[in-house]
């Protein structure tokens, strides 16, 4: 299947500041998707991303605080803006049809775990 | 809306035995797929085993194997021989089968631990 990489895989930030993760597949892919997992948590889809289009957004999740490009079929960014320490998370990308992993079904990359102070 | 239930928030048994987790689901669609995901505490989701709801046969790979009732909405994950390594969060997933882009739909999840 295909490989999954995140970055950063923690970090530590302070309030009102913003960081950048990014997702990178070792393959092509139809569809990226970004999750949040709070403390003790599951999991709640952010958002899918779509290629060369805008993000379609859950209910309670808006693009001025998560802003989120897709600029090919093997990479996308999630931006968590403004930061709060509600927002310390885990936050997972995941992935959907391409000629490594099936359709109908996601993987899942290895998570960012991000903590705001 | 799917909802997805697991209602065993947490589980524990001796290594080699066969343990079973729960997972029961709402839905109104008649085409869709179920998961089950393990967490282990490196927090990378890692598929378990798939099924397609129009699929009566129950999915298997390896030690893992599940119990699907359609009717019951019942999805629940058997897992024999069980090892250390199985030691993780297990979550049960709903994704519709419709075209295009579906979200997971996760269960609360259950934190199963194997003793030696």
């Known amino acids: 299947s295909a490989v999954i990489s995140q970055k950063p895989s923690r970090d530590i930030c302070q309030r009102g500041t913003s960081l950048t993760i990014q997702c990178q597949v070792d393959s092509q892919v139809t569809m990226m998707f970004w999750y949040r997992q709070q403390p003790g948590q599951s999991l709640t889809l952010i958002a899918t991303a779509n290629q060369g289009s805008e993000a379609t957004y859950e209910s309670g999740f808006v693009i001025d605080k998560f802003p989120i490009s897709r600029p090919n079929l093997t990479f996308s960014t999630l931006t968590v803006s403004n930061m709060s320490p509600e927002d310390s998370s885990i936050y997972l990308c995941?992935?959907?049809?391409?000629?490594?992993?099936?359709?109908?079904?996601?993987?899942f990359g290895p998570g960012t775990r991000l903590t705001v102070l | 809306a799917q909802t997805v239930t697991q209602s065993q928030p947490e589980m524990s048994v001796q290594e080699a035995e066969t343990v079973t987790l729960s997972c029961t689901y709402d839905t109104s669609e008649s085409n869709y797929y179920l998961f089950w995901y393990k967490q282990p505490p490196s927090r990378q989701m890692i598929l378990v085993i798939r099924q397609e709801a129009y699929k009566q046969q129950n999915a298997t790979e390896n030690r893992f194997s599940v119990n699907f009732q359609k009717a019951a909405k019942s999805f629940s994950l058997k897992i024999s021989d069980s090892q250390l390594g199985d030691t993780a969060m297990y979550f049960c997933a709903f994704m519709k089968g419709l075209q295009g882009a579906q979200k997971l739909v996760f269960g609360q999840g259950t934190r199963l631990t194997i003793n030696p």
């Open positions: 995941s992935v959907e049809g391409g000629s490594q992993t099936s359709t109908d079904t996601q993987y």
